[in-house]
């Protein structure tokens, strides 16, 4: 098992940069790096969508609305996952979750969480 913990949200123009962080405890006789780890996000009035995912080998996977755009990292010595968001669009204001699922293997971003975090704001401006 495995709590999650978002930081980083915030309100930007168009055009601008944030970072999201996400802080990862393990628990239950398991480890951060047992986990495929991603980012899901959640517009006002639309589904879930995962945005990006990273093995614990560091293989990244995109939704393809944001490659180019975001750059997801994933520090396996701090139990901690960056999500670099540039170029920011009025279309990726969301409430962004932190998210993991148990697997030692492939990691993609339209997997089936099974943990998440509280959520953090972002909102872009036009």
């Known amino acids: 098992q495995v709590q999650l913990e978002e930081s980083g949200g915030g309100s930007v123009q168009a055009g601008g940069s944030l970072t999201l962080s996400c802080e990862a405890s393990?628990?239950?006789?398991?480890?951060?790096?047992?986990?495929?780890m991603g980012w899901v996000r959640e517009a006002p009035g639309k589904k879930r969508e995962g945005v990006a995912a990273a093995a614990k080998d560091g293989t990244t996977s995109y939704l393809d609305a944001v490659k180019g755009r975001f750059t997801v990292s994933r520090d396996n010595a701090k139990n901690t996952m960056i999500l670099q968001m540039n170029s920011l669009e009025s279309e990726d204001t969301a409430t962004y979750y932190c998210?993991?699922?148990?697997?030692?293997?492939?990691?993609?971003?339209?997997?089936?969480?099974?943990?998440w975090g509280k959520g953090t704001s972002v909102t872009i401006s036009s």
């Open positions: 393990a628990y239950g006789g398991t480890e951060y790096t047992d986990y495929c």
């Open positions: 998210a993991a699922v148990s697997s030692w293997g492939p990691c993609e971003y339209f997997y089936e969480w099974h943990y």
